[in-house]
């Protein structure tokens, strides 16, 4: 006998090698540059485990977070103000960036559940925010040199849960490694909403030194068979 969110879960988790699921990279950044200043921090992919929200908030009570940083995006938006509003409430401080910060910062400066508000690029200003816990926006730090900061960080529950489904199969083969060799875009279409909300038009590439060491330790640690960059 299987539970109906049980059940859900289980048909999600058959279902990871025929959908899209992106690494989160910003937040990975964001912890692996909190990390190596010290911090305890852990990446929690709850959308990549398929957990419920039942299993999501009984996660977050056995961890016992000082701060999460939760990323907001247009669809989810509302739902993830109401898991803000419900971690405050667990006593959980409460961070949210995302592309959905920049064009709703006047509605997210009125949520009291909401303390640290993040707005654009935000892989160094979340460190700022743990080390001040000054409640309020923060405005982006954006990286300068993208060779300098840590890579990001890769939890081994989720790890071999990210998948580009359009060419699995054909060129993509799972287990497949999902890293960035730059940040940012010069570009200004129009209909690009990270480059509007997030990078601003700041291109930042990596030299070939720091995209082979990534490479090498993803590929030696978890034996991925293909790369998407």
């Not at 299993?55 to 898991?83: A, M």
Request: glycine letters at 4%; a negative charge.
């Amino acid at each position: 006998f299987i539970a109906s969110g049980q059940l859900e879960k289980w048909r999600l988790q058959q279902q990871k090698d025929y959908y899209y699921q992106t690494y989160p990279f910003f937040l990975g950044y964001a912890g692996a540059v909190l990390k190596e200043a010290g911090f305890e921090v852990e990446l929690y992919d709850a959308l990549a485990m398929c957990d419920s929200y039942e299993e999501f908030y009984s996660n977050i009570e056995k961890k016992k977070p000082d701060i999460v940083l939760l990323e907001t995006s247009t669809p989810s938006y509302e739902q993830d103000l109401q898991i803000a509003e419900n971690l405050k409430d667990m006593g959980i401080e409460v961070a949210i960036a995302g592309p959905m910060v920049k064009p709703m910062i006047k509605d997210l400066e009125r949520k009291e559940f909401i303390d640290y508000v993040l707005i654009e690029e935000y892989i160094l200003s979340f460190l700022k925010v743990c080390k001040e816990r000054k409640k309020g926006i923060y405005e982006s730090i954006f990286v300068d040199n993208f060779n300098k900061i840590p890579f990001p960080l890769r939890n081994d529950e989720t790890i071999y849960s990210y998948n580009d489904y359009f060419s699995h199969g054909q060129y993509l083969i799972k287990p497949q490694l999902q890293i960035w060799t730059s940040l940012g875009c010069p570009y200004n279409c129009t209909f690009c909403l990270w480059r509007h909300t997030m990078t601003m038009g700041k291109l930042r590439q990596r030299n070939a030194e720091s995209i082979k060491a990534e490479l090498k330790y993803c590929i030696d640690k978890w034996k991925f068979k293909s790369v998407l960059f």
